[in-house]
């Protein structure tokens, strides 16, 4: 019997898997697999989205217009460039629809956010990945990699999983060194987090170029993952292009009114910035003292590397699980032997550091008996 058959490509397309979660047996729930920020969403936007609850019945706003001028008013842009999606994440994808086609190339680094590739094979192109120099992005990879096929070249600044960035002025040599009908899309979706020199998430080359754009997300640093908004700044004739695809009402009126009001509470954000700040240098420093390799991180998140330890990332997030500990496996960002961990609550992040000292600690001895037993027979 005929069935209906997806497109070419859609079957061999591997789907995104997300950070993990459970409960160990005594209850111990410790969630620190998906970046989520350990403050939660402002009171206000909680408050924001409750207020919703009476006018469930009506369409939302169709242009997001009070979150366009929200958005535009704290950074200092303009709202007509403005176009927010269901996450990032269709943003990414939309703008892969616009400008990728059958046969077309897209380049992406080589431990890039696997939605690239996703929306790049979604569209029937071909990733074409970039090496990376010690895990940062190394911009004469990405322009080696250019070839008459190539439409759009993804960047990650801070780059998932690895936390590392580039600097502006190498953001900049990228677009230079790429042809005009190449899109560039700069994803800050840790923009918040960084406050490093010659750092800049891209608006201002948005501004003065008409082919790059920068995508942003509320599901970080802003805690409302759950509503799943995000926006990009781009050239009017991008935003056009973008608002002709998308959703009608992609933005529901809860995701609308709690993103406004989160954007404007610049004290929770500041104090979400505070807390990683501090707990980012804490673990990186208590991680170290375990004998854990840890790529210096800007963002709210630690790649750990398990290299040279008688355990395996693999083993240790298994002996973290059944204590009730979710870190993030990263061997499908071609990282087999590091987890990622998101930093979490004050408490969470010294109970992790003790599991891991536990885990590492019965891991060499497990090692030494290994090699007693062997030596002995």
Not at 41 to 68: F, H, K, N
Not at 255 to 262: L, P, R
Not at 339 to 359: F, I, S, W
Request: aromatic share 6%; proline share 5%; net charge negative.
């Amino acid at each position: 019997m005929a069935t209906p058959r997806p497109n070419p490509g859609i079957l061999d397309i591997a789907p995104y898997g997300p950070g993990e979660s459970g409960k160990s047996a005594s209850g111990r729930q410790i969630k620190l697999s998906s970046n989520e920020t350990p403050l939660g969403p402002s009171a206000a936007a909680v408050g924001a989205y409750q207020s919703i609850a009476g006018t469930l019945e009506r369409y939302p706003d169709g242009q997001a217009t009070a979150l366009r001028n929200a958005i535009a008013e704290v950074h200092g842009l303009e709202a007509d460039r403005i176009v927010c999606g269901a996450g990032s994440d269709e943003l990414l994808n939309l703008l892969a629809q616009a400008y990728v086609s059958e046969g077309d190339e897209g380049i992406l680094t080589e431990h890039g956010f696997l939605v690239y590739p996703i929306a790049i094979l979604t569209n029937g192109g071909t990733p074409v990945v970039a090496s990376e120099r010690d895990l940062v992005t190394d911009v004469d990879a990405i322009l080696a990699k250019v070839s008459k096929k190539t439409r759009i070249v993804f960047l990650a600044n801070p780059n998932n999983p690895t936390g590392t960035f580039i600097a502006d002025e190498e953001v900049r040599r990228l677009r230079a060194g790429l042809r005009e009908d190449i899109l560039l899309v700069l994803d800050g979706a840790y923009a918040e987090y960084v406050h490093e020199t010659g750092y800049c998430a891209g608006e201002r080359l948005v501004a003065e170029t008409d082919n790059t754009v920068m995508t942003r997300t509320f599901s970080k640093i802003y805690g409302l993952a759950a509503l799943r908004i995000g926006w990009a700044y781009c050239p009017p004739a991008i935003a056009d292009v973008l608002n002709r695809i998308r959703g009608p009402f992609n933005l529901s009126a809860q995701a609308i009114a709690a993103g406004v009001a989160a954007i404007r509470d610049r004290d929770h954000t500041e104090k979400a910035v505070a807390h990683n700040d501090h707990w980012l240098l804490w673990l990186t420093d208590e991680l170290q003292g375990l004998g854990l390799r840890v790529t210096p991180s800007v963002a709210n998140f630690l790649l750990v590397h398990f290299d040279g330890l008688a355990l395996t990332a693999a083993q240790a997030d298994d002996a973290l699980k059944a204590r009730g500990i979710y870190l993030r496996r990263v061997a499908s960002y071609n990282l087999p032997n590091a987890l990622r961990m998101t930093v979490g609550t004050d408490q969470e992040n010294h109970e992790v550091v003790a599991a891991l000292k536990e885990v590492l600690n019965s891991g060499a001895s497990t090692s030494r008996a290994d090699r007693d037993e062997a030596a002995a027979e």
